[in-house]
């Protein structure tokens, strides 16, 4: 399809007794094609090839990629059904037996069905996350309305993606991550970056990045840190964490008043304009600056570059959308855009990077507490009988809307929560404040575990289910173009695993919903009523064939039907999705971060990724190569604060919040603010730096503000030399 | 057609796929052979690669008293012939830039042999296969000149194994800095 610069035509090489299964990596939402090296006499999984023809990434891995084969048949890998009999070994890994499928599946059953007869439908819950196919999520929606009959079911995506979609849904009326296919990035005049650390976190986008460059474009970044990405900007906005909506504002007014809103955009196509430019007045470049604390000089210099440039795109990551205000910050970088007219045509627009494998399609489905397939509202009766229609039930059975993942934890911490299915993720390391979080596994009465490796979240389980790695089913995810790609299996899944679609089916059959489920027998069968769901709504993926997919390189959607090829790039037509087809401006006053820094707090905590590392990690640290790069979690302090605090390089020292406490390796480097430290994430235990994070929600988004919060260093008392 | 390993060092972002794919190649037996520096650790995030640059005239074979490096007609120089190697580490002093490795427990030299059953047949390199930032690419001569053009090799700096390396190499280097010779846009 989409053949650019940097395609070649190469061939693969192949070695007598292999052959090679083309799919797409199972981390990061770039999902980068390569071929799984499979050993025709042993069907097993033995390697990588490059997969050179995908249109996207060319063959081009991360560290991740290059070694997420070893995943398949790692020596971790969870073979067996594990029950718990005593409760008081909850947060170990201590007490679990083997059991099988049957005895697991009618202990589960007992013990959901006991919990709903003495405390409601709504006792139970579904925690899940988008690392999987479309095909695992879109059943996970269903398994929870309609096996378990719960309201309370959400992802691990309000920890990622809820914030860009909440975002885009105010703007645009449709949330699609990426206006435009990631073929036209190298090709734009102007790439503004911001809170994204894209060399570590997106890497196989950096050739297309630095090929801008390359052609005599420009880069903007903002970010905290000098990551290997802001080194290399034009202009690198080196602001203060949780301030990004001001620094958006302060940009979106020097482009105004220069001169660079597209006026007759504005006027056909938009609406809001005059209310927004009103609000962002305030927003000179001396109080953007005192606000950020990045210098007037390069805050001009960035609007000029963004003004002046033919075609831009402006990306952005969790960097502004995981702050209290993450909704905010995305529309106000859509802002940026809108004003400007660089939207709706090729090589200009906006896109986020999407997190997760399949942060895209895992969000549209219906995981979301109120969402159904097809990007559906629940509390759209419309939609509900739309949905109701494909899964043989009646508008009265479909439960109401429920929480966000977080809130979730706080209604078991309440106990109106008492059971809990979790898959798919791993929120004992991912969510903020892991104290609480931590407490409120621990006060479960009953909770079930899907997953392939005992992750620290599973420790809290009283059952654990075997579950498969990508590479032993198959199905569709959507990548961070909003592109749909297929999922091959290489092998056939090992010891008594099964993927979560068809636990989720034997599942349903014990609590006596077979018929809803019963006919779905393989991944396919999901995939067929899953395109059906989707059918008519905004994410409209029914003409998404699989044989489409495998000969267009992947389908962008929406795509309608039989005939349609797809949308690669979003709103040509300059028609937008809300009701009257015009985009939002959106008019955004600025809020600091939820927790300022003080006396006693006088440090700004920021967290993000390594490129050796995957999320919680719970899949990554297990791999040789990326543990060895990165055994371990650290802080990076700049020398100044450094010394103030008289710590050295590779020293260990408390680091606390007013919710929790850990210790990190000191990483001195002059890459970070002086104000500022940072700490990865992917880290399980008394390594966590979500213990210190805080749960201050986005009040749209319900997105966690992991990116911001006050913080202090102690000096670890010398130990006494004998 | 001939086609090189072209190095474009100011384009490294660190991540050490180029060390992950190295381990993949056929007769590598999970083994890198190849570095990747932080070239200032504590001030900023730059990293560079360091590879074989694969010498026309080798110091490492050239120093082996035993015969066990070979250079294979693409110009690659292979990693020790394990039935020659003799461990006595010559080729680890000679090489001006420190690359072969030493495996003590195999009493073994091993050297990035270039992928050497991928590249006789043309098909790229592990690590200039993957590496997600152009830093290694895998190149015609002739896209090489464009490059040379491209980035005024007058200046002597820029796209130039020589004069700043020790003899001709068969890859090719692009020093940090490539970008001041770009001319904008706007
Ligand atoms: S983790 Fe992301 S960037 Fe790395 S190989 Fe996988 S999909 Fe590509
Ligand atoms: S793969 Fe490329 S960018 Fe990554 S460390 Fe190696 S040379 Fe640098
Ligand atoms: S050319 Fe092959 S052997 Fe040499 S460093 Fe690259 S991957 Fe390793």
């Given at each position: ?93 201590e007490g679990f037996r083997e059991a099988s499928w049957e ?472 028609k937008f999705y809300h009701e009257d087809g015009r985009a ?139 | ?186």
């Amino acid at each position: 399809m989409q053949r650019d610069k940097f395609f070649k035509e190469i061939n693969n090489l192949t070695h007598p007794n292999e052959k090679l299964i083309k799919t797409h990596c199972s981390y990061c939402g770039m999902q980068c094609g390569m071929n799984l090296r499979v050993n025709t006499a042993t069907n097993k999984i033995i390697g990588v090839e490059p997969r050179y023809d995908w249109p996207v990434t060319v063959g081009k891995m991360c560290p991740k990629g290059v070694t997420a084969y070893q995943q398949t048949n790692h020596k971790d890998r969870l073979l067996k059904p594990l029950i718990r009999d005593d409760a008081s070994l909850k947060g170990t890994k201590e007490g679990f037996r083997e059991a099988s499928w049957e005895e697991v599946y009618d202990l589960i059953a007992v013990k959901f069905q006991q919990l709903q007869a003495e405390y409601g439908k709504d006792s139970l819950s579904v925690f899940s996350g988008v690392s999987m196919t479309n095909e695992k999520c879109y059943l996970t929606g269903k398994f929870a309305r309609v096996a378990l009959g719960t309201r309370y079911i959400d992802y691990n995506g309000r920890f990622c993606m809820s914030s860009a979609a909440g975002g885009f849904l105010r703007s645009f009326g449709v949330d699609r991550g990426s206006t435009l296919p990631w073929t036209d990035i190298h090709e734009t005049d102007c790439l503004f970056i911001a809170g994204s650390n894209t060399s570590e976190c997106h890497p196989t986008s950096m050739f297309r990045v630095w090929s801008v460059q390359e052609r005599g474009g420009y880069l903007i970044v903002a970010d905290p840190r000098e990551t290997p990405l802001a080194r290399r900007a034009d202009v690198h906005l080196d602001l203060k964490p949780g301030t990004d909506l001001a620094l958006a504002n302060g940009i979106l007014h020097l482009l105004i008043e220069q001169g660079y809103a597209d006026q007759a955009f504005i006027r056909q196509h938009t609406n809001g304009f005059e209310e927004t430019k009103e609000l962002v007045k305030a927003f000179t470049p001396d109080y953007t600056s005192e606000l950020t604390g990045v210098s007037v000089e390069k805050i001009i210099r960035a609007a000029e570059i963004y003004g002046k440039a033919p075609n831009a795109i402006v990306m952005f990551a969790r960097g502004i959308e995981q702050q209290h205000k993450g909704v905010d910050n995305v529309s106000a970088y859509v802002n940026l855009a809108l004003v400007t007219g660089k939207i709706g045509r090729p090589k200009a627009g906006v896109a986020t990077f999407t997190g997760q494998g399949n942060g895209q399609g895992g969000r549209e489905h219906g995981q979301k507490a109120d969402l159904l397939p097809g990007y559906r509202k629940i509390t759209n009766p419309k939609h509900v009988e739309e949905v109701c229609e494909v899964w043989g039930i009646t508008p009265e059975e479909m439960p109401q809307a429920g929480v966000s993942a977080y809130e979730m934890f706080e209604l078991m911490e309440q106990k109106t929560i008492r059971g809990l299915y979790l898959l798919c993720s791993n929120p004992a390391v991912s969510a903020p404040h892991l104290n609480f979080v931590r407490r409120a596994l621990k006060n479960l009465d009953f909770m079930v575990c899907a997953d392939f490796y005992l992750s620290e979240s599973a420790e809290f389980a009283d059952v654990i289910l075997p579950s498969v790695t990508w590479s032993e089913d198959e199905g569709t995810v959507t990548n961070l173009e909003g592109r749909i790609i297929k999922i091959n299996k290489a092998q056939e899944p090992i010891g008594e695993s099964k993927p979560d679609w068809q636990m989720q089916v034997e599942l349903a059959e014990r609590l006596g919903k077979g018929k809803y489920f019963s006919h779905l027998q393989t991944a396919k069968d999901v995939a067929e009523e899953f395109r059906r769901a989707s059918k008519g709504g905004y994410a409209d993926y029914y003409g998404a064939t699989w044989d489409k997919i495998d000969k267009q390189d992947g389908v962008f959607w929406p795509c309608k039907d039989e005939t349609d090829t797809g949308t690669p790039h979003m709103f040509l037509d300059k028609k937008f999705y809300h009701e009257d087809g015009r985009a939002k401006i959106c008019a955004l006053p600025y809020r600091p971060p939820a927790e300022e820094p003080d006396e006693t707090y006088p440090l700004r905590l920021t967290t993000g990724r390594v490129v050796y590392h995957y999320l919680s990690g719970n899949q990554t640290r297990r791999i040789p190569f990326l543990h060895d790069m990165c055994p371990e979690p650290y802080v990076e302090v700049h020398p100044e604060t450094a010394s103030q605090y008289h710590i050295e390089h590779e020293e260990r020292v408390r680091l606390f919040t007013r919710r929790g406490e850990s210790v990190y390796r000191v990483k001195i480097t002059e890459a970070i603010r002086k104000d500022t430290v940072f700490v990865p994430y992917h880290f399980g235990h008394e390594q966590s730096i979500n213990l210190l994070t805080i749960d201050a929600l986005d009040p749209i988004s319900r997105m966690p503000e992991f990116k911001a919060c006050a913080a202090q260093i102690e000096k670890l008392e010398q130990k006494k030399v004998q | 057609m001939k086609k090189r390993l072209y190095l474009e060092l100011e384009n490294c972002i660190g991540c050490r796929s180029c060390l992950a794919a190295c381990t993949q190649c056929g007769g590598h037996e999970e083994r890198n052979r190849n570095y990747v520096y932080d070239v200032n650790p504590l001030v900023n995030r730059q990293t560079m690669p360091l590879m074989c640059l694969h010498c026309v005239n080798p110091a490492c074979a050239r120093s082996c008293p035993a015969q066990a490096i070979q250079v294979h007609e693409t110009g690659a120089v292979l990693s020790a012939l394990v039935e020659k190697c003799i461990g006595c580490q010559n080729c680890t002093v000679a090489c001006p830039y420190g690359i072969p490795k030493f495996d003590t427990e195999q009493n073994l030299m091993y050297k990035c042999d270039l992928c050497i059953d991928r590249t006789k047949d043309g098909i790229p390199p592990m690590c200039a296969s993957v590496c997600p930032s152009s830093t290694l690419q895998w190149l015609t001569d002739e896209e090489i000149d464009e490059k040379k053009k491209q980035y005024h090799l007058d200046n002597g700096k820029w796209v130039s194994s020589m004069p700043h390396l020790e003899g001709e190499t068969n890859v090719k280097i692009n020093l940090p800095g490539i970008l001041q010779g770009v001319t904008k846009l706007f």
